[in-house]
């Protein structure tokens, strides 16, 4: 009999390893749907901290303003 084949277990590996708000001073704002789409997968799921490598107060920042750009329609849900 076969040995079963384990699945390989990929890390994913974040983007940036600095928080990208810190290094531009700024703050994730709805009407920058661009730089926010950046942290959305291709499902539009919203990226963890771990991969998107945003520290923890702008990642805070970041998720309500995204919830806020789908609302609007720019982002996908
Ligand atoms: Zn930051």
Same mark, same amino acid.
């Given at each position: 009999?076969?040995?079963? %084949?384990?699945?390989?277990? /990929?890390k *994913?590996?974040?983007?940036?390893t600095?928080?990208?708000?810190? *290094? &531009?001073?700024?703050?994730?704002? #709805?009407?920058? #749907? %661009? &730089?926010?789409?950046?942290? /959305?997968?291709?499902?539009?799921?919203i990226?963890?901290? *771990?991969?998107? @490598? /945003?520290? @923890?107060?702008? %990642?805070?920042?970041?998720?309500?303003e995204? %919830?806020?750009?789908?609302?609007?329609?720019?982002l996908? #849900?």
């Open positions: 009999m076969a040995k079963k %084949q384990r699945k390989k277990i /990929v *994913e590996r974040p983007i940036a600095k928080c990208h708000f810190c *290094e &531009t001073k700024s703050i994730p704002d #709805y009407k920058d #749907y %661009q &730089t926010l789409s950046k942290f /959305v997968s291709d499902r539009g799921r990226l963890s901290r *771990e991969r998107s @490598a /945003v520290c @923890a107060k702008h %990642q805070r920042a970041m998720s309500k995204i %919830q806020r750009a789908r609302f609007l329609a720019l996908p #849900y």
